[in-house]
């Protein structure tokens, strides 16, 4: 397989496609005044960014300011949901990035992946036995925190995963035109929906809500993603050695969310009972 002349192409092509839905929804929702302010920031910014011109720098400050307070916050709104869409299209970008050099043959091991832990305990000449017995004294705790600077409501993250999972799709697998039509549908509609979500809360949330937002990391992400990396570890130590290497759960997770007396005066032995058995809930439904 041939490297790419431009690796950067299919990253613009998908921010430029995710653009065209975001103006669609904004024409739609706001209206075309809100749709020409924020095209016309946009291109302003982009403008003054590669050519440093004084005279552009004092127009967008003066549109800026002309802005009416309602038009304003939908602006800031429309370039917050125009962020997130770019963040999650690097997001894909990394994995196709990350599939094409797996692709290639005999192409080495990136560096901090699992392969290369396991070449480098093979060039250090670690035993099959040596590496059983560190895996069995391994443990590694993971810890969930309710930090103040994530304040995105779990239906916000929910909608962000499917706009990606719509992304991975694309670029995965030949999706038909008629196929195509369909998932860029319903993109227009996740950003339909996130613009018509409140991004964060307008109150401090309370404890069960805190407990509710770390679950969906351990419902939609851990769960899924734990057994597939210990998986991936025992296979690859076992094609390295010859033998099966077993690869024991060293990998665990905790919360702070719901427990922590410290960091959150409303957390009371009340509410610690109801976490954990919240928590218990989630994990038997997964199963």
């Given at each position: 397989m041939n490297a790419p002349k431009d690796k950067l192409a299919p990253l613009r092509r998908d921010i430029r496609m995710l653009g065209d839905v975001l103006g669609r929804v904004l024409r739609e929702q706001g209206g075309a005044r809100l749709f020409q302010v924020e095209e016309t920031i946009r291109r302003l910014s982009i403008t003054l960014r590669r050519q440093g011109r004084a005279g552009d720098e004092r127009r967008l400050t003066r549109l800026i300011h002309q802005l009416s307070l309602p038009l304003a916050i939908r602006v800031v709104r429309a370039f917050s949901i125009y962020f997130q869409l770019v963040n999650l299209a690097e997001e894909n970008h990394r994995i196709r990035r990350k599939r094409f050099y797996a692709s290639l043959p005999g192409a080495?091991?990136?560096k901090g992946s699992l392969a290369a832990l396991i070449e480098r305990w093979r060039s250090a000449r670690r035993s099959r036995t040596a590496i059983a017995r560190l895996l069995d004294d391994a443990a590694v705790g993971l810890v969930l925190t309710a930090h103040p600077t994530e304040a995105q409501r779990s239906v916000v993250?929910?909608?962000?995963r499917?706009?990606?999972?719509?992304?991975?799709?694309?670029?995965?697998?030949r999706p038909t035109p008629e196929e195509r039509a369909q998932q860029?549908?319903?993109m227009h509609q996740l950003v339909t929906a996130l613009w018509q979500t409140d991004e964060i809360r307008s109150v401090r949330p309370t404890v069960e809500e805190e407990v509710e937002n770390g679950l969906f990391y351990l419902q939609t992400?851990?769960?899924h993603q734990l057994p597939r990396v210990l998986g991936t570890l025992e296979e690859r130590l076992t094609g390295a050695y010859g033998r099966r290497v077993p690869v024991p759960a060293l990998l665990r997770f905790g919360?702070?969310?719901?427990a922590d007396m410290d960091g959150n005066p409303s957390v009371t032995s009340r509410t610690i009972v109801w976490t954990v058995r919240r928590?218990?809930?989630a994990i038997l439904e997964q199963y």
């Open positions: 080495p091991a990136q993250l929910a909608k962000h499917q706009i990606f999972d719509i992304l991975l799709s694309l670029e995965t697998t860029e549908r319903r992400v851990l769960y919360s702070w969310m719901g928590q218990r809930r």
